[in-house]
């Protein structure tokens, strides 16, 4: 839900081409960040949560036009750094399989980066006020629905700068026929419907995320233990 569903040349070009200076600054400074860290288990890992991402993205939610990511979870998982590269990688592979336009790479990106690295930090925070196992789970659901919601809040953000016609949005058949039905027009219904929708995806990816981290505190506490941190 997180991503921008726009064809090539809708957005301006001042607004896709910072999205993509932006993202290779992000990658750059994620590549550093990964200099210390165990790659040798790092790299596969990403891959995999890569791979996972994009096989869960096809799983749409359909009344709702809500695609679920799982970004959040690979934060978690991975850490800041390799969970922001994955979540790119995971992009690409969106990108290849005709699930979005190259202008855009970068901005989406940015999106889907954040959420994995908001997932490592509030995470991370939580598990320090819920330190029993039941707690990183209950810690999973509250941060995949927070930085969910950051996140689309973000999108909105981008959405409002770069476009005056909300219909060109790629949100689903139901969802547009929902905002000719509503009274008000323009961005504001627009948002309005992305939220109401969304808050009900947030719960949904929450708690799959939960019982994920559930089953991994059961069968492999370590990836939940100690993710690359950098």
């Keep these: 839900m997180t991503h ?26 994620a590549i550093w960040g990964t200099g210390e860290s165990d790659r040798a288990r790092f790299i596969p890992l990403a891959g995999v949560m890569a791979a996972v991402m994009t096989i869960v993205m096809s799983l749409e939610i359909v009344p709702l036009a809500y695609e679920p990511h799982l970004t959040v979870l690979s934060g978690i998982v991975l850490g800041p750094a390799y969970g922001f590269l994955a979540a790119v990688v995971f992009n690409i592979l969106r990108l290849l399989l005709g699930d979005g336009s190259v202008t855009l790479l970068g901005l989406n990106g940015l999106l889907l980066g954040a959420e994995a690295v908001g997932g490592y930090y509030v995470f991370r925070a939580l598990s320090r006020l819920w330190p029993s196992p039941p707690g990183s789970v209950a810690g999973a659901v509250v941060t995949t629905v927070v930085v969910l919601a950051a996140a689309t809040l973000l999108f909105l953000g ?9 219909h060109e949005l790629e949100l689903g058949e139901e969802v547009i026929e929902r905002a000719g039905e509503a009274e008000g027009s323009g961005f504001v219904v627009f948002a309005q419907l992305v939220l109401a929708l969304a808050a009900i995806g947030w719960a949904i990816e929450a708690v799959v995320t939960g019982a994920i981290v559930a089953f991994l505190r059961a069968v492999r506490p370590t990836l939940l233990e100690s993710p690359a941190s950098t």
Excluded: E, F, R
């Design 158 to 166: 981008i959405v409002g700068l770069g476009l005056t016609d909300v």
């Design 4 to 29: 921008i569903m726009v064809p090539d040349g809708v957005l301006p070009p001042w607004l896709w081409i910072s999205g993509w200076l932006l993202l290779a600054i992000a990658i750059a400074a």
